[in-house]
């Protein structure tokens, strides 16, 4: 009988023990850089080749619904593994085959210079009878430091690729909204 009156102050020991950790885990909780996605790079209507630039032209629209961090500390560096979860939707022109839909990770400092980046390409394979598509696409970049103090500031930056006449579509679209 009296055994049960101390289970709950032991899971409560055991509980509290469990938050204890590495000097390395809190450093990479305390700053692990939080995401951004850029507005303008948000979502990406891409056309067929040619000047056509209405509904029955789309190849396939995709846009950045998620973005996170999580970060692990070694020797003076801060690995940041980014995932970037996108969303794909097939238009009328999609073509046979992989689509691939461009995005990048950028690592901006404190003033908003990019420090490290990445490009890289998702596959989907949509079309007509399949045209939704959705994946979560996971890298790592590395973060150099000297002091710990030298990691505050930090912030991951993501967004899809598109092209010039892409970019100008989607402001046209944000301002018809």
Not at 123 to 137: A, C, F, H, L, N
């Amino acid at each position: 009988m009296m055994t049960h009156r101390f289970i709950p102050l032991v899971l409560v020991a055991v509980a509290l023990g469990a938050c204890g950790g590495s000097k390395e885990t809190e450093v990479a909780a305390s700053y692990c850089p939080s995401t951004l996605t850029v507005q303008d790079a948000s979502r990406l209507t891409r056309f067929k080749a040619g000047p056509g630039r209405d509904p029955r032209d789309v190849m396939f629209e995709a846009i950045v619904v998620a973005a996170d961090t999580q970060c692990k500390v070694s020797r003076n560096r801060l690995e940041v593994d980014v995932a970037v979860r996108i969303a794909v939707n097939a238009g009328p022109s999609i073509g046979q085959g992989v689509t691939q839909v461009p995005f990048f990770v950028r690592v901006l400092d404190g003033r908003g210079a990019v420090v490290v980046g990445r490009d890289e390409l998702a596959d989907y394979k949509v079309s007509t009878s399949s045209p939704r598509g959705v994946s979560q696409e996971e890298l790592s970049v590395m973060i150099p430091f000297n002091e710990v103090k030298d990691l505050g500031g930090y912030r991951i930056a993501v967004g899809l690729k598109p092209t010039a006449a892409e970019l100008d579509y989607n402001r046209r679209a944000a301002a018809r909204q």
